[in-house]
C-alpha cells in the first residue's frame, strides 16, 4: 500500500523540478534581453526615472489586456489583498505590516538598479548586484533575527571581497551607479521576502501576484519620477533621441518594457515554488549570463583584476548555497 502511494510522488516532483528548469532557463533569457534593450535605451536617453516607469506601466497594461481578453485569469482578488501590496504604514501587527511595504522595496530595487545601469557599465551593475545573497544573510541576521552557521558567514567573504576588487578595479566607476547597484540588492532582499510572505496561503499566483505588484508600484513611482526628471525634460531628450537613433530607440524603449515585465512575471512564478534563498542564488547565477553578453555587445574594456573580482563574488555565491544546504 505504502508503494502505492509513494510511487507518483518521484514522477511528480522530477516534473516539478523540470517545470522550475525551464523558468529559470527562460528567466535568465529574457533578463539578458532587456538588459541589453535598457542600456541602449539609457545611452540614448539617460531617463532612468522614466525608462523604469514605463518598464512597470507595460506591466501593468500587459496585464490587464490578458485579464480582460481571458488570455490569463484575472485573480479573486479582495481590499484586504490590495491593502496588503500598498505601503501602509499605519498597522497593529508587526507581520502584516512587513509583508505591506512589498511595493515600495520593489519600487526603490527597480528604480536603484535603472539609476545605476544609466551611469555604469550593465556589467559592473551586475558584478555589484550578485552580491544579493550577502545582502540576504545581513537582513535576515539583524532585521529577522535569524542565526546561519560560521560556514555561512564565511562564505560571504568572498562574496563581498569579489565585489569589492571588482568595484575598486573598475575603470568607469562612479558612485551613483555604485550606490544605485548597493541600494538595489538590499531593497530587492527584501522584496523577496515580503513577496514570498504575501503570496504564502494565497489563492493568487506567482504571475498574478506580480502582475498586481507591478500595478502598485507604478502608482507610487509615477510621481516621484515626475518630480525627479519631469515631462519637459522627458519631451526634449525624447525628441534628441529619435533624431539621432531614429524609429530604433522606440523600439528599444517599447522592448526593455515588455522584457522587463515578462522576465520578472517568469522569476515570479519560480518564486512561488522556491524559496527567496534559491530565488537569490539563481537571480546571482543569472548575472553571469548578463555580464558576458553585455561585456560581448558593449565591448566593455574589462581588465584581468576586474574579471578576476567578478568571479571570486560569483564563486562566493556557489559556496554560500553549500554552506546554506
Ligand atoms: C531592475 O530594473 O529592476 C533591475 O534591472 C533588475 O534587477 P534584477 O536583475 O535583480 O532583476
Given at each position: 500500500r505504502q508503494v502505492e502511494i509513494a510511487a507518483p510522488a518521484e514522477p511528480a516532483e522530477n516534473a516539478r523540478r523540470a517545470k522550475i528548469g525551464v523558468y529559470f532557463a527562460t528567466w535568465w533569457a529574457l533578463n539578458v534581453i532587456f538588459n541589453i534593450y535598457n542600456k541602449k535605451a539609457l545611452n540614448a536617453f539617460p531617463y532612468p526615472w522614466l525608462m523604469s516607469t514605463l518598464s512597470l506601466a507595460a506591466g501593468s497594461a500587459i496585464m490587464l489586456a490578458s485579464w480582460a481578453t481571458r488570455i490569463a485569469e484575472a485573480p479573486q482578488t479582495d481590499l484586504d489583498f490590495w491593502k496588503a501590496l500598498s505601503?501602509?504604514?499605519?498597522?497593529?501587527d508587526a507581520d502584516r505590516l512587513v509583508a505591506e511595504q512589498v511595493a515600495i522595496a520593489h519600487t526603490i530595487g527597480h528604480v536603484a538598479a535603472t539609476v545605476s545601469m544609466a551611469k555604469v557599465a550593465v556589467s559592473f551593475t551586475h558584478i555589484i548586484k550578485s552580491g544579493e545573497p550577502a545582502f540576504s544573510v545581513l537582513v535576515s541576521r539583524f532585521f529577522l533575527g535569524e542565526h546561519f552557521p560560521a560556514p555561512v558567514y564565511f562564505s560571504l567573504l568572498p562574496i563581498i571581497g569579489g565585489c569589492a576588487l571588482a568595484a575598486v578595479t573598475?575603470?568607469?566607476?562612479?558612485m551613483v551607479g555604485f550606490m544605485g547597484a548597493m541600494i538595489s540588492n538590499l531593497a530587492f532582499v527584501f522584496r523577496n521576502i515580503f513577496s514570498k510572505k504575501g503570496m504564502?496561503?494565497?489563492?493568487?499566483s506567482g504571475m498574478n501576484y506580480y502582475a498586481c505588484l507591478s500595478m502598485m508600484s507604478l502608482v507610487i513611482l509615477l510621481p516621484f519620477a515626475i518630480a525627479m526628471e519631469g515631462p519637459k525634460v522627458w519631451a526634449a531628450g525624447w525628441q534628441k533621441a529619435v533624431a539621432e537613433i531614429g524609429p530604433n530607440f522606440v523600439w528599444w524603449v517599447a522592448a526593455q518594457s515588455v522584457f522587463y515585465h515578462l522576465y520578472n512575471q517568469v522569476s515570479y512564478m519560480s518564486l512561488d515554488e522556491i524559496s527567496p534563498l534559491t530565488f537569490s542564488i539563481g537571480n546571482t547565477m543569472k548575472r553571469i549570463s548578463v555580464i558576458v553578453a553585455s561585456i560581448i555587445i558593449f565591448q566593455t574594456p574589462v581588465q584581468p583584476i576586474n574579471a578576476l573580482g567578478a568571479a571570486i563574488a560569483i564563486l562566493g555565491t556557489f559556496i554560500y548555497s553549500q554552506a546554506k544546504q
Open positions: 505601503p501602509c504604514l499605519v498597522l497593529t573598475e575603470l568607469n566607476f562612479n504564502k496561503g494565497k489563492s493568487v
